[in-house]
């Protein structure tokens, strides 16, 4: 099993610019996270998608950020555009349905200047 | 008042001591409760899993709940410097009904040689 696998590790980009964030969940998992990472907030959730379908998005900061899972293999978090406060890690984690924890991916570190 | 709380640290413990990492939470209703270890620059791992109250052993790791207190703690017995990490609580929320999980800021633990 290859785990939750992310792209791309490390991303530096300028402000304005788009960023697009990939996350390949473990195959059976069909519940996917995306969380943010930084000193300040600690791990926030962003969104959740269950089954392919989001369930819930509370945690998107705001408009500039919008995620996609087109099919179980495979989910982006679009961020359009990027600012320096986007800077963060951010980690995709995926789970079976139910009371289990997570797997989380290596995380891709995002540095916007 | 946060919904999982966790002593920011550091916590130093000496090697082969027992180390005692506390967390707590807000929502009554929630049912689990997981423990992760990061260690730095890395991404959060699942060690421990708790539904139940009182002590769920693993190795030299246990996690004790309290249900009634709003309380999940982790005791790693023979402390090793290998165990250096930070550790995070997450908690089930309830409250949406859905699977996610809140995680704790985090307590970072260093284990003197």
């Known amino acids: 099993d290859a785990g939750v696998i992310q792209s791309p590790r490390h991303e530096v980009t300028e402000m304005g610019q788009e960023v697009t964030l990939r996350c390949k969940p473990i195959s059976g998992h069909n519940s996917l996270f995306w969380y943010r990472q930084t000193m300040m907030r600690g791990l926030e959730l962003l969104i959740y998608f269950n089954n392919n379908v989001p369930i819930d998005d509370s945690g998107m900061p705001e408009d500039r950020f919008s995620a996609k899972m087109p099919n179980a293999s495979f989910s982006t978090l679009k961020i359009q555009p990027s600012e320096p406060r986007d800077s963060a890690v951010y980690f995709c984690?995926?789970?079976?349905?139910?009371?289990?924890?997570?797997?989380f991916g290596s995380g891709t570190r995002l540095t916007v200047v | 008042q946060k919904e999982v709380e966790q002593n920011s640290g550091p916590l130093s413990v000496p090697e082969g001591a027992i180390a005692s990492l506390n967390c707590t939470y807000s929502d009554r209703g929630s049912q689990s409760f997981f423990w992760y270890r990061q260690y730095s620059g890395k991404s959060p791992e699942l060690i421990m899993s708790?539904?139940?109250?009182g002590d769920q052993e693993d190795g030299r790791f246990t996690a004790q709940l309290n249900k009634a207190s709003q309380y999940v703690s982790l005791l790693i017995r023979d402390s090793q410097p290998s165990d250096s990490a930070t550790y995070l609580c997450a908690v089930r929320s309830t409250t949406s009904g859905t699977y996610k999980y809140i995680f704790g800021t985090g307590t970072r633990l260093k284990v003197l040689a």
């Open positions: 984690a995926s789970s079976r349905t139910g009371n289990y924890g997570y797997t």
């Open positions: 708790i539904y139940s109250n």
